[in-house]
Structures are given as structure tokens and as C-alpha cells.
């Protein structure tokens, strides 16, 4: 196993930065380090549409790393545009706000970086074409605000009522059910069913 590593995080590598360059185009022609036809590599996370093969830890770390750093100077980005404005709250400071009403806008950069997109595994390019925050054209920001609706539901309805001697209700939250996966898995792998055409992998969250 251990001498797969090395192979798997540079394939991993080209894979990651190839994707930024392009996005949602499945590629065909990522650079190979190895001598093996492209067509015949199993890539870590599967090819998009392919076969649902989860990260192995180690290549997944190494994804998580690029993502991070690529997340972190996101958000330093938007906090330094909002300067000043931080304690207002996010829908005067922000264009297209309906689920962070009432949150200090200083919070939005930390909710998306570490509640939205370490929680999920992906950068912030899952759920915006970066530099266009306030548009809408990615579902997958939709389906984010369900999710955060769902979760206030679960919290508010359901983990409030759970018995606990902590002082305070437990609640769930993005990370407890993706566990850093864009698609979460169950303990059989991930849920069946074949995904629509260029849909990403799961768990690759690119
Ligand atoms: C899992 C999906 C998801 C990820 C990942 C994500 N965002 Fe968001 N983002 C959203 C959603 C949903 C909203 C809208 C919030 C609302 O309706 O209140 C939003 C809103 C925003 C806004 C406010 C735009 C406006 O003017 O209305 C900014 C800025 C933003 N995101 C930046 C980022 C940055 C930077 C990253 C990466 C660090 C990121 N987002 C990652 C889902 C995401
Ligand atoms: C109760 C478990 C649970 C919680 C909590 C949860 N999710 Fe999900 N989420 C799922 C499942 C299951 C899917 C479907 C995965 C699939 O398509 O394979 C999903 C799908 C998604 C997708 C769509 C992925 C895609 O490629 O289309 C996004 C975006 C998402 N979740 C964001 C969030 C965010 C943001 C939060 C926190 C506000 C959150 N989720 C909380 C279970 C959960």
C-alpha cells in the first residue's frame, strides 16, 4: 500500500490542478506521470461519471491541503473587500443573501471556508464561478441553502429535544453527515444510482 502513495498523490496532484483550469470539463488528457494509457488509469475519486471509488486517506489529504489553501485566500479576499463593515449584518454588506440574514457579514468568509467548503472537501468553485458570489447559476449553491434549511429543521425540531447533560442540545452540522465529501458515503460505499452526464465524482468535490 505504502508504495502506492507517492504514484496516487502526484496523480492526485495533476488531477487537482488540472481540474481548476477546467472546471466541470471532464478531462481526457490529464498529464500522466506514468507510462500507462490514460484511459486505463484508476484515479483516485474515479473519472467524473465513472466509477464511484472513494479517496484512499492519503490522496485525500493531499486534495485537502490544495483545497484549503486555495479556500483560505478566498476568503481573506472577501474579508479584506468588506473591511470596516464587518459587524453589519450580511444581507447590507453582501448582494444575494437569503439563508445568513441577521449574521455579521465578518462571519460569512469563515462559514463559507471552513463550515461550507472544508466540511464538503471542495473550494469555493463548487458552489460559485469565483469572483461572481451573489449569482446563482451553480445548483450546487442551491442545494446548500436546502441543506442549511434542513439542518436549522434537524437542530431546531429534532437535536433540541435530545436528552443530554452538557448544558446545551447537541446539534448536527455539514461536517457530521460529509465528513469532508462532497458526496457523502454510507458504509457500503457511496448510495447507488448512476449520476448525470460531467457530474463530478463523488467524494472528489471538484
Ligand atoms: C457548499 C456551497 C458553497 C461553498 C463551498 C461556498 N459557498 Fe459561498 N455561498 C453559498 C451560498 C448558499 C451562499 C448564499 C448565502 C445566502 O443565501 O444567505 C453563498 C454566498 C457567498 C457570498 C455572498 C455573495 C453575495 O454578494 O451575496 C460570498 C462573498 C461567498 N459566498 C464567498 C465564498 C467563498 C470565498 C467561498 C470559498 C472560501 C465560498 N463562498 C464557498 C454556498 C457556498
Ligand atoms: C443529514 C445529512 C446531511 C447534512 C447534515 C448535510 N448534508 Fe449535504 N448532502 C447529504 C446527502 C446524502 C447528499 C447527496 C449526496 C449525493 O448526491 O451523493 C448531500 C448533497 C449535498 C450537496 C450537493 C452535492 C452535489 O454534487 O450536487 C451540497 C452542495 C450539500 N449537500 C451541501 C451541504 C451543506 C452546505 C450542509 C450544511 C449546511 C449540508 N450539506 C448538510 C447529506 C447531508
Not at 496532484?13 to 477546467?22: D, E, H
Not at 479517496?55 to 493531499?62: E, G, H, K
Not at 445548483?139 to 439542518?151: D, I, Q, Y
Amino acid at each position: 500500500m505504502s508504495d502506492r502513495v507517492p504514484a496516487a498523490v502526484a496523480i492526485l496532484s495533476s488531477i487537482v490542478i488540472v481540474g481548476y483550469a477546467c472546471a466541470t470539463a471532464p478531462t481526457t488528457t490529464t498529464p500522466s506521470p506514468t507510462t500507462q494509457p490514460v484511459a486505463a488509469q484508476q484515479t483516485p475519486g474515479g473519472p467524473p461519471g465513472g466509477p464511484r471509488v472513494p479517496l484512499t486517506d492519503s490522496a485525500r489529504r493531499v486534495r485537502d491541503s490544495l483545497n484549503a489553501a486555495r479556500r483560505d485566500s478566498a476568503s481573506a479576499m472577501i474579508l479584506r473587500s468588506i473591511a470596516g463593515r464587518e459587524n453589519q449584518p450580511a444581507e447590507s454588506v453582501f448582494k444575494n443573501i437569503k439563508i445568513l440574514k441577521g449574521i455579521p457579514a465578518g462571519r460569512v468568509p469563515a462559514i463559507m471556508n471552513m463550515g461550507f467548503g472544508r466540511s464538503l472537501g471542495v473550494t469555493c468553485g463548487f458552489c460559485h464561478v469565483p469572483g461572481k458570489w451573489d449569482l446563482d447559476d451553480k445548483e450546487e449553491k442551491n442545494t446548500a441553502r436546502l441543506m442549511w434549511a434542513m439542518v436549522q429543521t434537524i437542530n431546531r425540531d429534532y437535536m433540541a429535544k435530545v436528552p443530554n447533560d452538557r448544558g446545551a442540545p447537541p446539534v448536527v452540522n455539514c461536517f457530521t453527515c460529509h465528513r469532508g465529501m462532497a458526496h457523502p458515503i454510507g458504509p457500503d460505499g457511496p448510495p447507488p444510482g448512476p449520476r448525470p452526464a460531467g457530474a463530478p465524482p463523488p467524494s472528489s468535490g471538484e
